[in-house]
């Protein structure tokens, strides 16, 4: 047993911290229904404040694995994560593994939550998507020994074991060639970056093509929005409303974009002929607006294979977790023209 697996606090020590009896700890925890608010408070305080993870029962205690690989994703509709997770999930389940999968909403506090819920119900391994989480999360996972894998992003300077992409340096190359096709007035529609390091990064990939070009820092204008085609469309009046119109708007993925090439055509302005339009993600959506958006291949799919086989390695054999950045790839079709002429 490790001297961080010795350290974990117990249900005694709930007990203790909560002035309850650990029947009563295992009661609010497995029946919180039997149990008053207060009571229930009480141990839910204990719990947090200790970091307390419970083990469900005694079958997973004997074996210490319930086949059983946690994933929590920002959202369940974002079509980029079904087609990731859906290959997560086919490749576990030809391995005889059960998957549980939670939705965070883009909240730290609700993915800690489920974190610490999904391994309290024994998850051998957990899926999390980006970097971006508190030391105190990270700690714990940690001194519980559950192997956690990062994806949908890749940092080489990051420790942690991650199996994604370079978001900065995708969105970084798309840029390079709207500059090469002379548009030098961008706007960016994208969500915000607190609680998402892969739209952070997506924002820095386009300011730094920018500067590498030589151009002031004014020629990007960078608009905040939720996700989803109704503010991307929001998204694309406001910008087109400005002083200095731009002659490019770019989207941190491909439903904002659809999104923006609607109300271009509710606008009466022609893709890409008054204003090109481009995307990141190349969902099947991508594909099917007139014009098709120019946006990045992302490997959703093969990145769920990996990821899903790099965790049965290291849980049926032993092999460590080794990081990989795969490959993402331009489709520059038709929604990205050349500036228009003054």
């Excluded at 090469?180 to 998402?196: F, M």
């Amino acid at each position: 047993m490790t001297k961080d697996a010795k350290s974990a606090p117990t249900l005694e020590d709930v007990a203790r911290l909560a002035s309850v009896s650990t029947a009563t700890v295992s009661r609010s925890l497995n029946f919180p229904e039997l149990v008053s608010d207060r009571t229930r408070e009480r141990v839910q305080t204990a719990v947090d404040t200790l970091g307390y993870s419970p083990n469900f029962g005694a079958r997973v205690m004997a074996a210490q694995r319930t086949r059983t690989i946690g994933a929590i994703i920002p959202t369940m509709e974002n079509a980029v994560f079904a087609q990731g997770i859906q290959a997560f999930q086919e490749e576990l389940d030809g391995r005889g593994y059960m998957l549980l999968v939670a939705s965070s909403a883009y909240q730290t506090d609700l993915e800690e939550k489920q974190i610490r819920s999904l391994i309290a119900r024994g998850a051998d391994a957990l899926l999390l998507i980006g970097y971006q989480r508190g030391p105190a999360i990270t700690d714990f996972i940690k001194a519980r020994n559950v192997p956690t894998l990062i994806t949908w992003a890749f940092d080489a300077a990051k420790t942690d074991p991650t199996i994604g992409f370079d978001n900065r340096h995708a969105m970084r190359r798309l840029t390079e060639e709207v500059l090469q096709l002379g548009h030098r007035r961008i706007a960016l529609i994208a969500a915000e970056t607190d609680t998402n390091d892969r739209v952070a990064e997506r924002v820095r990939g386009v300011s730094e093509a920018i500067q590498q070009a030589g151009l002031a820092a004014n020629s990007l204008t960078i608009h905040r929005t939720r996700y989803g085609i109704e503010t991307g469309a929001a998204g694309f009046e406001a910008v087109m409303g400005a002083p200095h119109k731009p002659t490019v708007v770019m989207c941190a993925n491909d439903v904002l974009a659809v999104g923006a090439i609607k109300q271009a055509a509710k606008m009466g302005l022609s893709v890409p002929g008054d204003v090109s339009v481009t995307g990141f993600d190349d969902i099947e959506l991508a594909q099917v607006t007139s014009p098709e958006i120019a946006t990045v291949r992302i490997p959703h799919r093969e990145m769920g294979r990996r990821a899903a086989r790099s965790l049965i390695g290291l849980l049926e054999d032993g092999v460590p977790l080794e990081s990989e950045n795969l490959h993402t790839e331009l489709c520059l079709r038709g929604s990205l023209g050349a500036v228009p002429a003054t």
